[in-house]
């Protein structure tokens, strides 16, 4: 997003291993994606540490991918109290009754089919918008399947650590 450094990121930089280790898990809940972006400071600038994000994404084993998954909610029920999750499915929270039943309805054969929840990047996404891409997905193969939630956790990734380190320290649970 910016290729300069901020406040955040210099703040961020200097923090001990396990509160940098704790800011992360509310990011991304996979242990080893953690490590591995505090393992590779002090960040120069914002593209640094996204990179970095990128290449620990791209690292994930099936395992890793799995902890990463049971720390996102299913679309459509945000985690009570939980303002990220909450911000990021902001397209749900004008959608209809019929259109919650049927995201409910996909959200548990797309669970039953893969054994994890729907992951999709759902900042900006409407409603409509995220139950099509649960549509078109639910066919995938789960090689297929694991390719695109590895691509969604990626974007998910970037967004979360752009606020944590461009946002000011007094806005980060807002």
């Not at 972006?37 to 994930?60: F, G, H, K, W």
């Amino acid at each position: 997003m910016t290729s300069s450094s901020t406040p955040g990121l210099a703040r961020f930089n200097t923090l001990a291993d396990d509160q940098a280790t704790a800011a992360l898990h509310e990011v991304c809940a996979s242990a080893a994606w953690g490590t591995a972006i505090v393992s590779r400071r002090p960040y120069t600038t914002v593209d640094d540490l996204l990179s970095a994000s990128d290449a620990a994404t791209a690292a994930l084993t099936t395992q890793d991918l799995a902890d990463a998954m049971a720390g996102h909610p299913p679309i459509g029920r945000p985690k009570p109290g939980d303002p990220s999750s909450a911000r990021e499915q902001r397209g749900m929270s004008d959608a209809t009754d019929e259109l919650r039943a049927e995201m409910l309805e996909l959200n548990l054969a797309y669970q039953e089919r893969f054994g994890h929840v729907f992951l999709i990047c759902a900042t900006g996404a409407t409603g409509e918008q995220m139950r099509d891409a649960l549509k078109s997905r639910i066919g995938n193969s789960p090689e297929q399947e694991r390719g695109h939630v590895r691509t969604e956790l990626g974007r998910i990734n970037r967004i979360r650590l752009t606020r944590l380190v461009t946002e000011d320290a007094s806005q980060q649970g807002a």
